[in-house]
């Protein structure tokens, strides 16, 4: 059975583990990410003077790109559920100047920020991960003014991004976990064609919008990308959290083993394509 409470504490711990990394691989990851980051600062509509609210915010790459954007007169509330990622989004934004930026240790879907205070709402590659995201679609429409914009990205379909899918089966079978059950957190909860646009206006937003992101990992081999994953992604941390380390080190060896299909003589390309899903509040 799954077990929403304690599937938090677990992906907390493992953020709180990971955030170092995490913090380590900003800058390759806001390169992997940009087109998309950006896209989704145009579907929330920020702005020069934008007050923005930045749900599951991590080390806080794209709460900065929105700091930028909305200028010395706006402001972003980076919020994550782990303390420790966001220590180093206040640690960048300080060494970037930029003073628009807080932080606030917050549960995505327990959003205790005062209502109609936000005229954008940002996630990126957070929403997926949550147990109810009706509940944190909820806290996030109630943080907007009325005809503020909400903007997510999310993962589109497994066999879209092959980068981060092969590794997840590699594990879950290794791991000897079942596929998720439909209305279960993961980085592909949202990917079927419709389930994030329902999502959206289920929750009471309208003029719902996706655009489609090619986003392709580059780096040098498939032995650096099993190292990125292996050392920052904390969902493939929880699913070999029942293995014992030599298991998890043959887990990852044949992770790495399998990811050398996308070698190419340009390096490694991994396939990935996110969706970037905005609404009106």
């Not at 380590?24 to 020069?48: C, H, K, N, S, Y």
């Not at 957070?126 to 909820?138: C, E, N, R, T, V």
């Not at 909860?189 to 206006?201: I, N, Q, V, W």
């Not at 990308?225 to 293995?243: I, K, N, T, V, W």
Request: hydrophobic share 45%; proline share 6%; charged share 20%.
């Amino acid at each position: 059975m799954f077990d929403a409470r304690q599937y938090k504490a677990t992906t907390r711990a493992q953020w709180e583990e990971a955030a170092e990394a995490w913090h380590r691989w900003g800058p390759f990851i806001e390169a992997w990410l940009g087109r998309a980051t950006e896209v989704m600062l145009d579907g929330a509509g920020v702005t020069a003077g934008s007050r923005v609210l930045d749900v599951a915010a991590g080390t806080g790459g794209q709460s900065l790109a929105a700091a930028r954007r909305a200028g010395p007169s706006g402001h972003v509330l980076a919020t994550d559920i782990s303390p420790a990622v966001l220590h180093h989004a206040a640690s960048e934004a300080a060494a970037a100047g930029l003073t628009t930026v807080d932080t606030r240790e917050l549960d995505g879907e327990g959003l205790a920020v005062p209502a109609g205070e936000f005229d954008a709402v940002i996630s990126r590659v957070g929403l997926i991960y949550f147990p109810d995201q009706p509940a944190a679609m909820a806290g996030m429409r109630a943080a907007l003014r009325p005809g503020g914009r909400l903007s997510a990205v999310v993962y589109s379909t497994a066999d879209r991004n092959d980068f981060f899918a092969v590794p997840v089966g590699i594990i879950r079978r290794r791991a000897q976990l079942p596929p998720p059950a439909p209305g279960q957190p993961g980085p592909f909860s949202l990917g079927a064609p419709g389930a994030a646009e329902r999502l959206f206006t289920e929750a009471g937003f309208h003029d719902v919008r996706v655009e489609t992101v090619p986003s392709p990992v580059r780096l040098t081999n498939a032995a650096e990308c099993a190292r990125f994953e292996q050392e920052s992604f904390g969902a493939l941390h929880q699913m070999l959290s029942g293995l014992s380390k030599e298991e998890r080190g043959a887990a990852w060896t044949e992770v790495e083993d399998a990811l050398r299909r996308f070698e190419t003589a340009d390096g490694f390309i991994g396939p990935c394509e996110m969706l970037v899903v905005s609404g009106v509040s």
